[in-house]
Structures are given as structure tokens and as C-alpha cells.
């Protein structure tokens, strides 16, 4: 089970976001971070918990291990406005993935 | 870079089995690099993961679906597909297939289907 926090955000443009992910048992660095926008497929921006994926903004950023994870946004820009999820792919199956943080930009 | 294309009815009556093909472009689905995945998203809520197969034809569910969940491969035409039978209204929801083992880094754009009656 992954546990994601928080649900829903609301964050000023230049600030930093940060979104938590949490396993209920180690997974290593089997966690990827993904960005929905409305209407759209999801589209992953982070994988292993820390590497980057070619294309997707340096302000994107995860870290973790275990059954800790982060996901951060360095200084958020208005375009960053979706869902974001985390979705673990050690334990599987199933497959699982966070319930999601909405981001609002204030 | 692999394009992804789901297609099938999106009108399903309950009880009946819905069934989706997915459509791969810009690689061959028989290739030893690729997993090929189903994932859902009922309205407005998150993301569930439905299945996977690999090229040579080996499957893994999720367990909440097993029963009712297929999932294959047809080389001749580049494409996998999705059956999911006995259906009712909480089937509903948009259906996503996807390139990838344990992540999923190439998406169709989705396509809804609607269980009713």
C-alpha cells in the first residue's frame, strides 16, 4: 500500500512543493513520480525514486528509499498545475500507486 | 519513440465483457525490450493498475481483477488487448494502455468506457 500526502496543495508560483510518499513495506527504489493534467494520460517524470527522465524540467526532483519517498518541485511555475502520483513497482503484483496530490496554483 | 493508440467500445452493458485493443506504433510488440500494461481511472479518482504482459506472452494481474481479467498479444497485428468480463457500473472508467515492466513510460491518450444499460 502507498501512502501519499497530501491530497491537495495550494502553492504560489516560485515556491517550493513538496509531496510525500509512503510504502508499507520496503520497495528499495522502485518508486516513480508521475504528473496527470486534466484530460490527459499521466506522464512519469521521475523513476527509481531520483532519476531524472530526459525532458522533464531540472525543477523536478524525488528522493528516498525503503519505504520513504519524496517528490519535489524547486520553484513552482504556473504550468505545474495537475496530479501528481507516486506508484511503486517492486511488490507487485499488483502494481500500486498513491492516491494522489492535486495541485492548485494560488 | 513508441506511440500507443487504445480503441474499442465505449458503451458496455453490465454483465457483458468489455473488450480494448491497444495499438503500437514505433516498435514491435514481440520485442524482448517491452512490457505492455492496462491501467484505469474510474471518474475523478486515481489510477489502478490492471495488468501486464511481456512479448512472449507471460501475464501477471492484479489480484482484486484476476478473475475476470485477460490479457494478450497479437504480434501479426502490433498489438494487445484487454478483456474484462462480467462488467457492472464500477468498471466504469478510462481505460489506458502502456509500455513498461515495473513503470510506465509511454501512455495512450485513454479511452472511456461507460458501463450501462
Known amino acids: 500500500v502507498m501512502t501519499q500526502s497530501p491530497a491537495f496543495l495550494s502553492v504560489t508560483p516560485g515556491e517550493k512543493v513538496t509531496i510525500t510518499c509512503q510504502a508499507s513495506e520496503g520497495i528499495g527504489n522502485y518508486l516513480y513520480w508521475y504528473q496527470q493534467k486534466p484530460d490527459q494520460a499521466p506522464k512519469l517524470l521521475i523513476k527509481y525514486a531520483s532519476q531524472s527522465i530526459s525532458g522533464v524540467p531540472s525543477r523536478f526532483s524525488g528522493s528516498g528509499s525503503g519505504t520513504d519517498f519524496t517528490f519535489t518541485i524547486s520553484s513552482l511555475e504556473a504550468e505545474d498545475a495537475a496530479t501528481y502520483y507516486c506508484?511503486?513497482?517492486?511488490?507487485?503484483?499488483?502494481?500500486?500507486f498513491g492516491q494522489g496530490t492535486r495541485l492548485e496554483i494560488k | 519513440q513508441l506511440q500507443l493508440q487504445e480503441s474499442g467500445p465505449g458503451l458496455v452493458k453490465p454483465s457483458e465483457t468489455l473488450s480494448l485493443t491497444c495499438t503500437v506504433s514505433?516498435?514491435?510488440?514481440?520485442?524482448?525490450?517491452?512490457?505492455w500494461g492496462w491501467i484505469r481511472q474510474p471518474p475523478g479518482k486515481g489510477l489502478e493498475w490492471i495488468g501486464s504482459?511481456?512479448?512472449?506472452?507471460?501475464?501477471y494481474y492484479n489480484p482484486s481483477l484476476k478473475s475476470r481479467v485477460t490479457i494478450s498479444v497479437d504480434t501479426s497485428k502490433n498489438q494487445f488487448s484487454l478483456k474484462l468480463s462480467s462488467v457492472t457500473a464500477a468498471d466504469t472508467a478510462v481505460y489506458y494502455c502502456?509500455?513498461?515492466?515495473?513503470?510506465?513510460?509511454?501512455w495512450g491518450q485513454g479511452t472511456l468506457v461507460t458501463v450501462s444499460s
Open positions: 504482459i511481456y512479448y512472449s506472452g507471460s501475464t
Open positions: 502502456a509500455e513498461g515492466p515495473t513503470n510506465f513510460d509511454y
Open positions: 506508484q511503486q513497482g517492486n511488490k507487485h503484483p499488483p502494481i500500486t
Open positions: 514505433g516498435g514491435s510488440i514481440s520485442s524482448s525490450s517491452y512490457y
